[in-house]
């Protein structure tokens, strides 16, 4: 199987740089795993877009995209719960 490029959009990884420093250890590790295996067990598919999938991290969640084509996972957004979808 192919590895993928992990990439962040910019206000993904300004979200990312807010998390407590434990946090954001935890996130980085989960993301990079990611690029092994882009649907981990406990990955969920979002309702209403084609590509979008979220992976827990304790009360955090890590919104992404794959784009199967070019071997690449965008990270969008990384956010407590609570603000993750608003």
Do not use: T
Request: charged letters at 30%.
């Amino acid at each position: 199987m192919a590895s993928y490029k992990i990439e962040w959009k910019k206000s993904a990884y300004n979200e990312l740089q807010k998390l407590p420093r434990p946090m954001i250890i935890k996130v980085v590790a989960a993301v990079q795993d990611l690029s092994s295996n882009p649907y981990p067990s406990g990955v969920k598919k979002l309702v209403g877009s084609e590509y979008s999938y979220r992976i827990r991290i304790g009360d955090y969640r890590v919104v992404y995209e794959i784009f199967e084509n070019r071997l690449i996972i965008e990270i969008v957004r990384v956010r407590h719960r609570k603000d993750v979808y608003r």
